[in-house]
């Protein structure tokens, strides 16, 4: 079974430009993920998607991120404009079902360094 | 959603077993126990679960305190490929909508061959 795919791997930007990050969840997944780890630190939920709809996006600063899940399938993350303190690793993870049983399964992550 | 205490970083040697404890003293009835872990440059894997009863798979055993104020992850013969940050969390069992896991800063386990 392919796992959680995320692109790219790395990515280095000045501040102010802007970025966006891939993920394409396990096949038959409802619940997407984006999470954002800074070095150092747990990983911090920054919205969830069930199908194609947010169930959650009360930690996600909407003046400069962005993310749609399209058809309820792949999702993109995006940052516009980026500030320094967004270097992290951006991670999306899936799940098939909720809650107590739901395992989450995550993708490597994407790295963003912001100069 | 409740919080968990855990060690900065623990120390063990290669194919002894390892003991990763878990403090959740506010946890609620209907919260579960979960443990995930990190290995370096990867993200965070799904490791064990359990609500109330000791569980086992094969990567580990989760031993869950009568109270459940407390737990402890069991690592029974550590390897050097066991070396990452293992995070304990509790994920609330009842309703639906949000329930995205809520992440510590885990405990940094170092095995020594």
């Known amino acids: 079974e392919a796992g959680v795919a995320q692109s790219p791997r790395y990515k280095i930007i000045e501040k102010r430009q802007s970025v966006a990050f891939w993920c394409n969840p396990i096949?038959?997944?409802?619940?997407l993920y984006w999470y954002q780890q800074i070095l150092g630190q747990g990983p911090k939920l920054l919205i969830q998607f069930q199908n194609n709809g947010v169930v959650d996006d009360s930690q996600l600063p909407k003046d400069r991120f962005s993310a749609e899940r399209l058809k309820g399938v792949d999702s993109t993350l995006k940052i516009q404009p980026a500030k320094l303190e967004d270097s992290a690793v951006y991670l999306c993870?899936?799940?098939?079902?909720?809650?107590?049983?739901?395992?989450?399964?995550f993708g490597e992550g994407s790295r963003l360094t912001v100069l | 959603d409740a919080k968990t205490t855990q060690p900065n970083s623990m120390e063990s040697n290669e194919e002894e077993p390892v003991h990763l404890p878990c403090n959740h003293s506010?946890?609620?009835?209907?919260?579960?126990i979960h443990w995930y872990r990190q290995l370096p440059s990867q993200g965070p894997e799904y490791v064990i679960h359990?609500?109330?009863s000791n569980v086992n798979n094969r990567m580990a055993s989760l031993a869950i305190a009568e109270d459940r104020k407390s737990s402890t992850l069991i690592l029974h013969r550590a390897t050097l490929r066991d070396a990452a940050v293992y995070y304990c969390i509790l994920r609330e069992g009842a309703g639906g909508g949000a329930d995205g896991l809520t992440f510590g800063k885990g405990t940094h386990l170092i095995i020594q061959p």
């Open positions: 359990g609500l109330t």
């Open positions: 096949s038959g997944h409802a619940t």
């Open positions: 506010t946890i609620s009835g209907t919260d579960y």
């Open positions: 993870a899936s799940s098939a079902n909720h809650r107590q049983s739901g395992e989450l399964f």
